[in-house]
Structures are given as structure tokens and as C-alpha cells.
């Protein structure tokens, strides 16, 4: 596991937003057109200087520390806290301390498992991994914000069942034919489950129980291409379930995306709660859900 990180300190530009200086005079933050802001320095400070005091928002530099690098090139506390609420409206700061607190457990083997634990390890969240057989959900799996269940075709039923029971956020990641399919994540209690996808998939084709039963604990595959764009899309999802903004919900609540890299879209398939599944009610004990599960038609 990748040691904890130490929490930022203070405010924190989108590391991913450039500052640019225009030849007028003003900062645009960011390159796209259509979204970059342009910010206007305040009278008497050269733009340079602001430019310079911005690139401070690294997370690591305090309130305090930001405010008083303002007094030194002539920002007021009036001109700087309106700098500041630019770029908060603009949804250019990232809080200061986004990611530290929050933990990840993959459970799975596979390619998709070693990319996912390679990205989030060079992150700042607290990271821990497990691989079949071992079935059972251990303690980081349990105080994990959110388990992600990757590569296995068919998860182990009881290792679904104890993460619905002891309501920790899931998500199922894994490769089908050739294809990556991210989701549904799973809130226990809030959204349907993978037990849910597993009757409804019955529903349809009576005989898939003895498919699925084939399919548990095997891995799939797919070409490099596939493999690397799925976990790019997991961890895109990853992102928007660990900011836990409710104006940016996942697009996997409820949801599977399919991904093609031969095909320009994403295929979304929705998956309903099931009438005979009991996830929306408290489990008695950790056994009470269970069968296979996953997935999609």
C-alpha cells in the first residue's frame, strides 16, 4: 500500500489548467476557447507577478502564505479574496486537500487490476489491493470509500455479498469479447446491484446462471488499445466518486459503459433495481445476498 499522504494546505489551482499571459495584458487560464477564464491583473500590479502568485494555488502553500505573497507584489485582501472567487466560480480550485483523505481497494488479477494499481498509486488517496482466491473482504476492503472489482468476468458472489452488506461503494470493471465495460457502481441500499443485474439477465435468458457459473473467476481480454482506454474510463469514474460532488453524479450509478475503440460511442445499458433482489433492504447477515453476478446484455 502507498504510504498516506500529507493533506495539502491551502487553496489549489486545477493542476491541469495553464496560466498564459496575453500580449494585452490579461491571464487566460486554460487553452480551450470556449472554457478558458481570462482574469484581469489589478492596477499597478504588472500581470507576470500575478501569473507567479497563481502558480502558488499548488495546494501546498497556506491561506495565510498566499494572502501575505499578495501583499508583497501589491494585491489587496479585497482583490485577492475576488481572484480567489473567479477561480472558485469558474470550478478552477480543487479542494485543498482532494484525494488525501480518501482510500481505494482493487480485488482483482488481471491487466486491468495493474493498470488501475499503477495510476492510482502514483495519486495522493490511500491505496490497497487484493487478488482471488481470496474471497473474503478484508478489513482495508471494508473502510475502503470505494472497492473496485476488476477483471474477473463473474465476481465471487460472497465478496459481492459482504461488500452489500457492509454498504461499501463498488465498482465493476472488466473486459467482455474483446470490449471494456466499467460499471454499474454500486451504492448499497441506493442503486441496484450486481445481484440485480445477475435476475434481470435471467429474466431474459433462463440459462445464464449456468453461464455465469462458467464464467466465475475467469479474466478477460482484449487488445492493448482496449485495455489501457478502459482503465482511463475507470478511473475517470473513480475521480467523479471520490470528489462526491452531487451537481457531477458518476455516469456508472445504475449504468454499464461499454467501450468499442472501433466505434466512436460509448454503449450505455441501464440495470433497475429487481424486484426479487433484497439490496434496498438491510442484509441480516453477510450471506443474505449472493448468487453470481454482473453485468449486461
Known amino acids: ?25 490579461t491571464l487566460q487560464l486554460g487553452w480551450d476557447p470556449e472554457r478558458a477564464l481570462l482574469l484581469a491583473a489589478p492596477e499597478g500590479v504588472a500581470p507576470a507577478a500575478l501569473a507567479g502568485l497563481l502558480r502558488l494555488l499548488d495546494g501546498r502553500h497556506s491561506r495565510p502564505d498566499v494572502l501575505w505573497q499578495a501583499h508583497l ?76 472489482l476488476a477483471d474477473d468476468l463473474v465476481p465471487d458472489p460472497g465478496l459481492v455479498a459482504e461488500l452489500v452488506a457492509a454498504r461499501v461503494p463498488h465498482l465493476q470493471v472488466r473486459l467482455r469479447d474483446g470490449r471494456g465495460i466499467v460499471g454499474p457502481l454500486v451504492l448499497p441500499g441506493r442503486t441496484s446491484c450486481l445481484r440485480c443485474a445477475d435476475l434481470t439477465r435471467s429474466d431474459r ?26 482503465v482511463g474510463l475507470a478511473l475517470g469514474e473513480l475521480d467523479t466518486v471520490l470528489d462526491v460532488n452531487p451537481a457531477h453524479p458518476p455516469a456508472t450509478l445504475d449504468t454499464t459503459l461499454e467501450l468499442d475503440v472501433s466505434s466512436p460511442a460509448l454503449i450505455r445499458r441501464r440495470w433497475r433495481r429487481h424486484p426479487r433482489c433484497g439490496c434496498h433492504e438491510p442484509p441480516t447477515e453477510p450471506g443474505a445476498v449472493g448468487e453470481p453476478v454482473d453485468r449486461q446484455t
Not at 500500500?1 to 491541469?16: K, N
Not at 483523505?101 to 488481471?110: E, L
Open 205 to 230: 435468458d433462463p440459462e445464464w446462471p449456468h453461464l455465469a457459473a462458467q464464467l466465475l473467476g475467469a479474466v478477460g481480454h482484449a487488445e492493448q488499445a482496449t485495455v489501457l482506454a478502459t
Open 1 to 25: 500500500m502507498a504510504p498516506a499522504p500529507v493533506p495539502a494546505a491551502g487553496p489549489q489551482l486545477d493542476p491541469r489548467i495553464p496560466v498564459l499571459l496575453r500580449p494585452s495584458g
Open 73 to 148: 507584489i501589491g494585491i489587496g485582501l479585497v482583490d485577492i479574496a475576488r481572484i480567489l472567487a473567479e477561480l472558485a466560480a469558474a470550478d478552477l480550485l480543487v479542494p485543498a486537500a482532494s484525494g488525501a483523505d480518501r482510500s481505494v481497494h482493487i480485488h482483482g488479477r488481471g491487466p486491468l487490476s495493474d493498470g488501475l494499481a499503477t495510476a492510482l498509486a502514483r495519486g495522493r488517496l490511500r491505496l490497497s489491493r487484493s487478488r482471488p482466491p481470496e474471497g473474503s473482504a478484508e478489513r482495508s476492503a471494508r473502510r475502503a470509500d470505494c472497492v473496485v
